[in-house]
């Protein structure tokens, strides 16, 4: 016989703000994330520094989650940017577990190689650089996720952003919340596709790999740089190199089947519509669904960023590489774009629905 799913606390999404940090205690050293735009946390894991919906993040006992909140809003640094800006800027970066030298776990090491952050680790170095020291006196270095809860500088708002849901009595929450986290299961895989390329990339360049580039968005900007500096071939071998590990590692694969799931989810929306307005769908079951699915187009931003800078390198360079990425991206921006207008269509539907029960 299964056992049945027993209650969960999850966050809701309309509660949690940009700075939050959300501090987990469900594993031996727990974990921190950063809320950096609405509904998405930034977090540092096994697949790298990524997103992830703050949805999808939930716990089975209620003293294993905690989100804090700056007292004060971080200042900007010295460039204007600020603590979100910068997350952003590490996204694509290693995981590092060489800062929890503190914790209980054996032979790690007592220093982070650079470019590679633990999860709490980054969260305080990144409001260090706005301003706020988290905890004055500990080097972020050694910010582990539990100590993050005695944050002078931070304000407890557990109670507010913490959501109870028990499967018996609200069956379709709790399966809203299974199947969000089935579908940002792929920010992780986006995340180890990126490693594996860059790490591909690296390797092939060999000696001749540049330092201080810990990702692809900025192996990318270093190969853009080369154009006009060096010789012309060897830009071009360059870019083979690259574009060999990106095609042996499954770059352009990944993100043809992530517009195949794009197109089936943009599909999804329009079938739920036209339930809704014939009058042939369940309004709780919609319900459940939208909470699911709440978050569409939250990374169109990002992708329209992207997709410009790709644009403005090929331009600048004509490298083909840059060319292929701008068509990867575009079509990226179509789909979020497709998504995002026919949620908005799902959300009309629902709300005339609602309005005429």
């Known amino acids: 016989m299964t056992a049945s799913p027993k209650v969960i606390f999850t966050l809701d999404p309309d509660k949690i703000q940009e700075n939050d940090i959300v501090v987990l205690l469900d594993s031996v050293t727990g974990h921190a994330a950063l809320c950096t735009q609405p509904h998405l946390l930034f977090e540092a894991t096994l697949d790298g520094l990524h997103r992830r919906l703050v949805f999808t993040t939930h716990v089975k006992k209620r003293d294993q989650i905690h989100v804090r909140r700056p007292k004060t809003a971080p200042a ?10 910068l997350a952003e800027m590490f996204y694509g970066n290693a995981y590092g577990l060489a800062t929890v030298a503190q914790f209980p776990l054996p032979k790690l090491l007592t220093y982070t190689p650079k470019g590679k952050f633990f999860c709490s680790q980054i969260i305080a170095k990144l409001f260090l650089e706005c301003g706020t020291d988290l905890l004055p006196g ?14 002078l500088e931070l304000k407890c708002v557990t109670d507010e952003c913490l959501v109870e849901i028990d499967p018996a009595k609200q069956p379709l929450d709790y399966e809203s919340v299974m199947e ?44 853009g740089y080369r154009v006009g500096r060096i010789e012309e071939a060897t830009v071009l071998g ?64 990002k992708r329209r960023q992207y997709l410009q800078a790709f644009r403005d390198w090929h331009s600048a360079t004509r490298l083909e590489l840059f060319r292929l990425l701008a068509e990867v991206f575009e079509t990226m921006v179509d789909d979020v774009e497709t998504i995002q207008a026919n949620h908005e269509q799902l959300l009309a539907a629902h709300t005339l629905k609602s309005g005429s029960a």
Not at 195 to 210: E, H, N, Y
Not at 272 to 277: I, V
């Open 138 to 151: 500990i080097s972020p270095e050694k910010v582990s996720p539990k100590s993050l809860l005695q944050s």
């Open 180 to 223: 969000a986290e089935e579908k940002s299961l792929w920010a992780g895989r986006e995340m180890k596709m990126n490693r594996r390329v860059f790490d591909a990339s690296m390797k092939k360049l060999g000696k001749q790999k540049p330092k201080d580039v810990h990702n692809l968005r900025e192996l990318w900007t270093w190969l």
């Open 238 to 301: 360059f870019e083979a190199q690259i574009f060999e590990a990106m095609e042996t590692k499954g770059y352009w694969e990944f993100y043809r089947q992530m517009h195949f799931r794009s197109l089936a989810d943009a599909d999804s929306l329009k079938a739920e519509t036209t339930k809704l307005l014939n009058r042939s769908a369940d309004i709780a079951q919609v319900d459940a669904w939208l909470r699911c699915n709440e978050p569409a187009g939250v990374t169109l931003l």
């Open 76 to 85: 900007s640094n010295a460039d204007g940017l600020t603590v979100s800006d």
